[in-house]
């Protein structure tokens, strides 16, 4: 069983900056692609970035890209997304999620374990 837990969340002005940070436990973490989905009140939860086991490979979506940042630190377990940029559209609930597999994915179904969430507020 893998546990993740989110934080960092918080409220921050348009064009602030924010970190959030998912801690795993229960496996051996740098074997896994971790990801950071949200989601908006009233819409489907959406891909935000991705990253390899090792760290070597990323992915973001479109609306985030050149403005989040994801990393990990394997010897603390930590996986992490820079927030720059904000903007009140990147107001959501922010999850990380963790694949059984090494494999950076935008999708929702290649990832089986989730955290709980953490709220992030972007004020305009």
């Known amino acids: 069983q893998v546990q993740l837990v989110e934080s960092g969340g918080g409220l921050v002005q348009a064009g602030g900056s924010l970190r959030v940070s998912c801690a795993a436990s229960g496996r051996t973490f740098s074997m896994n692609a971790m990801g950071w989905f949200r989601q908006a009140p009233g819409k489907e939860r959406e891909f935000a970035a991705a990253?390899?086991?090792?760290?070597?490979?990323?992915a973001y979506a479109d609306s985030v890209k050149g403005r989040f940042t994801i990393s990990r630190d394997n010897a603390k377990n930590t996986v992490y997304l820079q927030m720059n940029s904000l903007k009140p559209e990147d107001t959501a609930v922010y999850f990380c999620a963790s694949s059984n597999f090494n494999l950076v994915s935008r999708l929702a179904r290649d990832y089986n374990y989730w955290g709980q969430g953490t709220q992030v507020t972007v004020s305009s």
């Open positions: 990253i390899s086991g090792s760290g070597g490979i990323t």
